[in-house]
């Protein structure tokens, strides 16, 4: 190697940092553009969407099971990781040329366009976010890869590449700031805090004494928001605003309806408590909750809409494009209540449980029913389209099949030796729970004290007592609901249409 190839290498750190700050000024490029035509068109946010959409269903479980809400996070960390260690290795593979390094950055970019192309959501003009991306990543790389070629065999000039490299990371910091500041303008928690107490005409009974065995290790009856468990596939939360939201109901029917918020908030309010629980839940899960839903019952809706004969499923879209179809007769039932609603637990919904308006079905698993930011109803022929799910392998059709879960002991406590309480939930939506019995050690089935009922619709608590000596020991439960089906002990894996099987705790004695 001669003196100029030398004077012309760049060193291992200096090219690695060429790769970080350029990567990082295309992701606050198209941040930045992204605060302007829609957050979900940030190239990041674009790519993760996309990640979420083709992931294997196994591999999705897996995160859902393992990491459950803190999935998306796990996924956001693991894709800056990726770009991190993309960064380095552009910038080593560029020390003799930039390139690789550019190369590198169009390859990513055009990915970055291809994500958000693949947006159901994002208009035109969401393009411009993965172009500003494309064009800032490689005109970073390409620009301090030449400042650093030049700088390499002068200390001075290296001072001030190493000056101009901090500053446009600097640069790169504060657009995307500016960007993240864009997205949030939507000043949707004002609108939500405007929406103020929400009154049903017809309020839920109230819980009746007895219903709830929290003092024995269940959970409280009615869940809080904060802790109503939350499965979605949106990476971000959609910022949508009461004041904006719009929703039409068509397809066949006789009359279209187009609906905005006040239009739901002024009809008559009817207050529901629900539980839902989502399809991915493994045997003994976590993902089940209780709440109280205030809204309009979807039954007066479609009747005002008018379904034409043949129409026996509506197909509801997200604001993030996501999509469901659920049976029109699960949605007419009106022992079964389904609710567009507004309201949870006495107050507008969360932000990430569906403000301003989502769908509740009640006895049908979330991803055949529960639309989240709800913008669109079509009534249609069932099969005419697939939605999200079912074009990912699961089933159309999904009632929750009867279930039952022990809450205490929990896996691997140790209790005291002597009457050891045996607590948990159970549920049967539209049918109700008839019986729960639990065993352990594989001995005989001892039927279990069930708490009050409050519906069909929610689960119901359980608890039974055990003379149980010192050592190892495993309950297992069994639910039966009033048409007269026990559960199975048969292990099936949720997909595709719910879990199923006995659960069981093995916990000891001392």
Known sequence: MNEDTADRTLSRRVAALIGVVAVAAALAAGHLVAGLVGPNASPYLAVGNAAIDLTPHPLKDFAIRTFGVYDKLVLLGGMALTLLAAAIVAGLLSRRSPRPGQIL??????????????????????????????????????????????????????????????????????????????????????SRAGVGKLVARTPAPAIPGGADLAAKG?????????????????????????????????????????????????????????????????????????????????????????????????????????TTGTPIRDLMDEKRGALLAIGMNGEPLPLEHGFPVRVVVPGLYGYVSATKWVVDMEVIKSGDKSFYWEDRGWAREAPIKTQSRIDVPRGFATVPAGKVTVAGIAWAQNVGIDKVEVRVDGGQWQQAALAAEVNDQTWRMWSAEFDLGAGSHRAEVRATDRSGQTQTDRRVPPIPDGATGWHSSLFTVS
């Not at 809204?295 to 009747?303: A, E």
């Open 105 to 190: 950055a169009a390859v990513l970019g055009i990915l970055a366009v291809l994500a958000v192309l693949g947006r159901p959501d994002l208009g035109q003009l969401a393009i411009l976010a993965p172009a500003a991306s494309l064009l800032a990543g490689v005109g970073v790389f390409t620009w301090l890869h030449g400042r650093a070629s030049a700088a390499e065999s002068d200390s001075p000039s290296r001072r001030n590449f190493l000056f101009i490299t901090g500053g446009v990371a600097a640069g790169a910091a504060l657009v995307g700031a500016a960007g993240q500041f864009l997205t949030r303008r939507v000043d949707v928690e004002a």
């Open 218 to 322: 269940t959970p409280t009856f009615i869940t809080t928001n904060r802790d109503f468990y939350r499965i979605d596939t949106a990476l971000t939360v959609p910022r949508l605003r009461a004041e904006d939201w719009r929703m039409k109901i068509h397809g066949m029917v006789d009359n279209e309806l187009d609906l905005d918020f006040d239009d739901i908030r002024g009809r008559p309010l009817v207050e529901k408590t629900i539980t839902m629980t989502c399809v991915s839940n493994e045997v003994g899960g976590p993902y089940i909750s209780t709440a109280n839903f205030i809204g309009v019952p979807m039954r007066d809706l479609l009747r005002e809409a008018g379904v034409k004969p043949g129409g026996d499923q509506l197909f509801s879209t997200s604001v993030d494009g996501w």
